[in-house]
């Protein structure tokens, strides 16, 4: 039996295409799951003992950085984590809206700012929006923006330092429900 050279070619081209166009866009385009990112609602900044460095090199990571509260006026408490991956023992800074909070990490220690209780006396940001922040190790400083969360998601209530009425929480997500709204 004679195959045909020409099918056998348009097979081969189709393939090749097929296999071009699965993987060319991860030649031209980062692959958006390779990036290092906060992985729930918190925010994250990297402070390097050198500037130059590589990313093996000593430093320290911020992660999950937010802060629960009702209001910009009354108090919060810190959540998220850091991580000193380096080999000496680091003073950390954390400045949130002006206000200093300090961590002393033993070489290579993850401090779980969820099993601490570190709370902010007055946030200074609403509920929502990002607080301006500084993180400083090294002698080094690396600002970013700082989570403000409200504790109406139930994730959140046992980190306020308050107690939460739920049903104000979420009065007023019932109060208007867009075009769909029931008039009684």
Do not use: W
Not at 11 to 32: D, E, K, M, R
Not at 55 to 84: F, K, Q, W
Not at 112 to 130: A, N, Q, Y
């Amino acid at each position: 039996m004679k195959v045909n050279n020409t099918r056998r070619n348009v097979f081969a081209g189709l393939a090749v295409a097929a296999i071009l166009g699965t993987t060319g866009c991860s030649v031209v385009n980062p692959q958006a799951t390779t990036f290092e990112y906060a992985p729930s609602d918190g925010t994250q900044t990297t402070v390097a003992g050198d500037e130059a460095a590589d990313a093996n090199s000593d430093h320290v990571r911020l992660v999950n950085i937010g802060v629960i509260t009702n209001s910009a006026d009354e108090p919060g408490r810190l959540m998220g984590s850091i991580d000193n991956r380096s080999d000496s023992n680091q003073t950390v800074d954390l400045e949130i809206n002006n206000q200093t909070l300090s961590f002393s990490l033993d070489a290579g220690e993850i401090l779980k700012l969820d099993d601490e209780e570190v709370i902010v006396d007055s946030v200074g940001t609403e509920p929502g929006l990002l607080a301006e922040g500084v993180a400083s190790a090294f002698g080094n400083e690396s600002e970013f923006n700082v989570s403000v969360l409200p504790p109406t998601l139930e994730e959140y209530r046992e980190l306020y330092p308050g107690d939460v009425d739920v049903e104000e929480q979420i009065e007023h997500l019932y109060e208007f429900q867009g075009q769909h709204h029931d008039e009684e």
